[in-house]
């Protein structure tokens, strides 16, 4: 189904889900607020939805230098992502959206914990050769055409032009 048209009816309190929950998508959605409200629209009042995604630094945190406008272009080039939201742009789709009722989004800044996945997937390759052969010869050139985008990934994270982003939300009113 396409995030950002999802065939699901709105979330009413027989409609909804209890919980929505992206991993790593919103790189690839063009239109970001469509993705917050599509996401928000099919949540029940008092639903929780959860956010995992890769951010790039916020364009008020300073201007990118040179290397840093490269490495963007690979990042967005390699894997065909349209544009990355900011942790804080991403945050504000989701507030601002009309499908939240004005409640606020908890958001953290995961990128610590989650570095070492970069390298670790690549390693993950060398570790258990048999899982990856085994899955065909197509799968292996992909594995190897992946691995310097992986890098660059390591590279922007642990530098600061990107960030691991985490949305929690709607929050409750407080009493
Ligand atoms: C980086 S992967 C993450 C996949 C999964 N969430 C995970 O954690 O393993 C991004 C996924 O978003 C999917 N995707 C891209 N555009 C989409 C869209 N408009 N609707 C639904 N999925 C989409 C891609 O096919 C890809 O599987």
Known sequence: ????????????????FDAVWSVEA????????????????VLKPGGC???????????????????????MRQLLDQWAHPEFASIASLKRNLETSPWNRGLPIATADWT???????VDSIVEGARRPGAVLGLGPRAVIQGLRETPTLLLMHWAF??????????????????
């Open 26 to 41: 919103s790189p690839h959605m063009p239109d970001k607020q469509r993705y917050a409200d599509e996401m928000l629209r």
């Open 49 to 71: 939805l959860a956010v995992a995604d890769w951010n790039r630094r916020d364009p008020s945190d300073g201007p990118m230098s040179s290397l840093e406008r490269w490495v």
């Open 1 to 16: 189904m396409d995030a950002l048209a999802l065939e699901l009816p709105d979330g009413g309190p027989d409609t909804g």
């Open 158 to 175: 642990r530098s600061g032009l990107m960030q691991f982003g985490v949305f929690r939300g709607p929050l409750p009113p407080e009493p």
């Open 112 to 118: 610590v914990p989650t570095l070492p996945s970069w």
